[in-house]
């Protein structure tokens, strides 16, 4: 089968797209035939390798996934041969302390789909059982390929670790990515005023098509200064940070006294100073958030069909142009989600 493969870590060119053997149905376990894939930057970061990262021999990348039940492990009941699904791309031991609390996302040997086993960027990928989910029947094969790793990271942020609670204001940071615009739809869903920022004013157009409330092109205005006049200098209740360390110390200023930062991304650089003055003095809640718990997936989801939100997709490309998929992803010009399509 075809697959986007790396062998070693690097840039663009370590990605290559080849024949390797087609995954079989272990114990537990379903594979599916892909249709679509989406990037997500986990993918980025995976390629261009981490401290202490192992790398597996013809390692396919790729987290999330839309596809068709081709083949079924022992034990598995659901889903059957010929089911449409898609995939929580999160692993987890299930057996340990934290898994039977129901925080799949603080277990030990926590992983990813593309990270610690074989991706779905793949023309066929081997997935458990458990981790499939019918495909929501209002979204076309694009956008079931592409939403579940965002919104599933942008519902615990707002709803899981942040407690959003309806009236309350939120501050996101570089509207555009899949994350930002999630956690946009969400907190318009609970009634939230949303305040939106970027350096391009194409996308905080669409932002605000799309329900911000207030919006700023941060290369020509101040952040601080902005949300200090359009809060009276109150300052927002929730900052949503998956940006690190270029919005950090922006973080600790734009919040309320009592407010709460949840970051879950360091698109920007992981090492950021941090004015702890005021988060004694402010009193502030700091909250750290990866992925999510099968809970918060399953919330997630039903959120998602009964309002039947979809999300933006960004550009469709073929399997064959996994490389100018990353680069656009990189470059940062997308707006919404970009999507891999397998068959």
């Known amino acids: 089968m075809k697959a986007a493969v790396i062998h070693e870590h690097g840039d663009l060119n370590v990605v290559q797209v080849e024949e390797i053997d087609a995954p079989t149905a272990g114990p537990g376990e379903v594979v599916l035939n892909v ?19 192992q790398l597996q021999t013809s390692h396919v990348l790729g ?14 009941e659901s889903p059957k041969v010929g089911e449409q699904v898609i995939i929580n791309p999160a692993l987890s031991c299930g ?14 040997s926590f992983g990813i789909m593309g990270l610690s086993r074989p991706g779905t960027f793949a023309e066929q990928v081997a997935v458990p059982a458990g981790n499939c989910y019918p495909k929501p029947e209002h979204m076309n094969d694009e956008e079931a390929g592409v939403f579940a790793l965002t919104y599933v990271t942008a519902w615990r942020m707002l709803m899981t670790r942040a407690a959003l609670k309806p009236g309350e204001s939120v501050l996101i940071h570089g509207i555009g990515g899949g994350a930002a615009l999630a956690a946009l739809q969400f907190a318009g869903l609970v009634g939230a005023e949303v305040f939106v920022t ?16 207030h919006t700023l092109n941060y ?46 991304g360091v698109t920007t650089g992981s090492k950021a100073e941090s004015d702890l003055r005021r988060l004694y003095w402010d009193q502030l809640t700091i909250l750290g958030s990866t992925m999510g718990s099968a809970e ?7 959120a998602v069909t009964v309002n039947k939100l979809k999300p933006v997709v960004d550009r469709v490309f073929m399997l064959g142009r996994v490389r ?20």
């Open 63 to 76: 987290c999330d996934a839309f596809g068709t039940v081709a083949e079924v492990g022992a034990g598995v």
């Open 95 to 108: 057996h340990c302390e934290f898994c039977r609390r129901g925080q799949q996302s603080e277990c030990i």
């Open 324 to 343: 100018a998929a990353m680069e656009r992803m990189e470059a940062d010009k997308q707006f919404g989600k970009i999507a891999l399509k397998i068959r």
């Open 219 to 264: 290369e020509k205005e101040s952040v601080a200064k902005w949300i200090e006049y359009e809060t009276s200098g109150r300052g927002v209740d929730v900052a949503v940070d998956a940006v690190g360390a270029a919005t950090w110390p922006l973080d600790f200023t734009c919040v309320r006294k009592g407010g709460r930062v949840v970051l879950c």
């Open 198 to 213: 970027s350096s391009s004013n194409d996308k905080l157009s669409r932002a605000r098509r799309l329900g911000a409330h």
């Open 296 to 302: 918060d997936f399953r919330q997630m989801l039903r």
């Open 35 to 53: 249709v679509c894939a989406g990037l997500n930057h986990l993918d980025i970061w995976v390629r261009k390798g981490r401290p202490g990262a």
